[in-house]
């Protein structure tokens, strides 16, 4: 068995999240969404985040994007290769322009960092075979099914390149037929370039199966509950790795702990 | 020995409901495209109403010398023709209403999109749009015209002051719909302000500029007649006030066709455009 473990201890910090603290005011309340969340992801770490609904996982993704600002602490982020963007988000929701084909959505990162058009359909050809959908090129979102367009979401964050993947629950809408065979081709891909991956996912199975360590937030406000290191070997298969005795006590572990701060957000929520 | 399954009977009052091809839409599948069957039928409605029309005429339902049946108006229009005073007509009001419609509708988009994308312009302009909207635009031809006399120049801006508030307030209203999922992708991949003009607000506020043109053009068409009650010896507003003073309601007729053809084209036309550039909306 090939065991490409590499020590975590001796990489470099990619992401260096110091104290972050969320509030959103409104006019009516405050809502504190974070509170002093420190962590460090390393260079090439596929970083999960798991916790209960509400508890701020896309929050701290889009301060990791700096498409929020956080209210206190710090986000150090180092980027080598400025000629590559930095950071690249797949969002929760739906986020494949409507008013663009499949291929125009895939190359619009590249279109805007002027990627020459050769080029630029190469990159988007190969993408949009990656997630399977070649023969929708041509095609309108509004022509596709939910899951296709979030894998046209998926394949623009690709094809982009960036040094950092901020995923926030990239597969959640999709059947889990489809969702195995991308879970299964995101580890391929990344366990061939190693990309720094921020992931947010609600399936502990998923977090298992494709990170190196897992973060636990807490109900609402989310602090860090704990983080998991998953010394799964690699590279993984996804049929076969559950299989592995390990993979059921992890799952036992983080479930225990996992259940505890849905049953506190529920509580919160007035249930 | 075992006994045959005999289904349940069906009870007297079930009954089978059945899902085929046009029971859901209530569109009978058939050779014609739904595409091609709505242009016919918007071809169609005018001249079923001009035939209703001609026969109400004819039947002595109404006095034919204040509504005259429509092929009495064809031959006044044939009359009209065949003396070049329509064709000089037509142009002098198609010029106004394209040039007003230009000068008004560029400038209108433009500041339609920058209040939708940027809070500052859409606090400056605010106010401004709110408080001079409501000013009928006709009530802005006399000063026109004592700034610039008479001509056409006051005429195309009338018309392009009717214009320029409706592409105006529609442009802003369709940007500020787009989904904020769409910016902050943008933002996300490093869109400049102008890509995020050009590949978000204008794309997504497409939709609803098609509703302000539209509307701004029939707005024209409206204006066009009032203000060549004055000052013109050209156009079709011009013709309504020349027969009104020969006391040939046929023509009139004529004007008011020619107006209603001019607002259908018009419309048509934009439709055509939309259609082409709003691929996304219909596929
Ligand atoms: N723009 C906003 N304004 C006010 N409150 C917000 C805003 N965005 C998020 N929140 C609040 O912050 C908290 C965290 O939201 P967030 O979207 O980060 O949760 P999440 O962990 O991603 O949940 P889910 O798993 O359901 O996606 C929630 O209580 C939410 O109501
Ligand atoms: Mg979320």
Request: glycine content about 12%; proline content about 12%.
């Given at each position: 068995m090939v065991t490409s473990l590499i020590n975590s201890e001796k990489r470099q910090v990619s992401i260096q999240v110091k104290n972050i603290s969320k509030r959103f005011k409104t006019r009516k309340n405050i809502t504190?969404?974070?509170?002093n969340v420190s962590v460090d992801v390393k260079e090439g770490e596929f970083f999960c985040i798991v916790g209960p609904?509400?508890?701020g996982k896309t929050t701290l993704l889009r301060i990791l994007a700096g498409l929020e600002e956080q209210t206190d602490g710090e986000i150090i982020l180092s980027w080598?290769?400025?000629?590559?963007?930095?950071s690249t988000m797949v969002f929760?929701?739906?986020?494949?322009?409507?008013?663009?084909t499949v291929e125009q959505n895939v190359e619009y990162g590249l279109r805007l960092r002027k990627v020459p058009k050769s080029m630029r359909r190469q990159i988007t050809q190969e993408w949009i075979e990656k997630v399977g959908l070649?023969?929708?090129?041509?095609?309108?979102?509004?022509?596709?099914s939910g899951g296709m367009k979030q894998r046209v979401a998926i394949a623009r964050a690709f094809a982009n390149d960036p040094e950092i993947l901020l995923m926030d629950?990239?597969?959640?809408?999709?059947d889990e037929q489809t969702k195995i065979l991308m879970q299964q081709e995101l580890i391929h891909i990344w366990e061939g370039n190693r990309k720094t991956v921020v992931f947010i996912t609600h399936s502990i199975d998923e977090a298992i199966m494709m990170g190196d360590r897992i973060m636990m937030l807490t109900a609402h406000?989310?602090?860090?509950?704990q983080v998991f290191d998953i010394d799964l070997p690699r590279p993984r298969n996804i049929a076969e790795?559950?299989?592995?005795?390990h993979f059921a006590e992890l799952f036992t572990g983080i479930w225990g702990l996992l259940k505890i701060e849905v049953e506190n957000a529920r509580i919160q929520n007035g249930h | 020995m075992a006994q045959a399954f005999e289904p349940p009977a069906m009870p007297a009052n079930a009954h089978q409901v059945v899902r085929a091809?046009?029971?859901?839409?209530?569109i009978k599948q058939s050779r014609l495209s739904k595409a091609t069957r709505d242009r016919i039928l918007q071809i169609g409605s005018p001249l079923g109403l001009l035939a209703l029309w001609e026969v109400i005429v004819l039947a002595g339902?109404?006095?034919?010398?204040?509504l005259p049946a429509p092929t009495q108006i064809i031959g006044s229009f044939w009359n009209l023709a065949s003396t070049g005073l329509l064709y000089l007509d037509l142009k002098a009001s198609l010029y106004r209403i394209l040039m007003g419609f230009v000068i008004g509708v560029v400038p209108g988009m433009v500041i339609g999109l920058s209040m939708g994308l940027f809070p500052i312009v859409r606090t400056i302009f605010d106010p401004v749009v709110s408080a001079t909207?409501?000013?009928?635009?006709?009530?802005?031809l006399p000063l026109f015209m004592l700034i610039f006399?008479?001509?056409?120049l006051e005429m195309i801006l009338v018309i392009a002051s009717g214009a320029i508030y409706l592409v105006l307030i529609n442009t802003a209203a369709g940007v500020l719909e787009i989904s904020q999922i769409y910016w902050d992708v943008a933002k996300d991949l490093g869109a400049s302000w102008w890509d995020r003009f050009t590949t978000v607000a204008l794309p997504g506020a497409l939709p609803l500029i098609f509703t302000g043109l539209k509307l701004s053009i029939g707005m024209a068409v409206l204006l066009i007649v009032a203000a060549e009650?004055?000052?013109?010896?050209?156009g079709v507003g011009f013709l309504i006030w020349r027969a009104y003073d020969i006391y040939d309601i046929k023509q009139m007729y004529v004007a008011f066709v020619l107006l209603s053809l001019m607002g259908y084209v018009f419309t048509v036309v934009l439709n055509e455009i939309e259609r082409w550039l709003v691929k996304w909306r219909n596929v």
């Open positions: 504190e969404a974070l509170t609904s509400g508890c080598h290769n400025p000629e590559r963007p930095l929760q929701e739906q986020s494949a322009y409507p008013w663009l070649q023969g929708f090129e041509h095609h309108y979102p509004g022509q596709l629950e990239p597969f959640a809408n999709l406000p989310g602090r860090v509950k790795i559950r299989a592995n005795p | 091809p046009g029971a859901v839409t209530g339902m109404v006095n034919s010398r204040f909207y409501p000013i009928p635009k006709l009530a802005l006399g008479l001509g056409n009650s004055d000052g013109a010896n050209h």
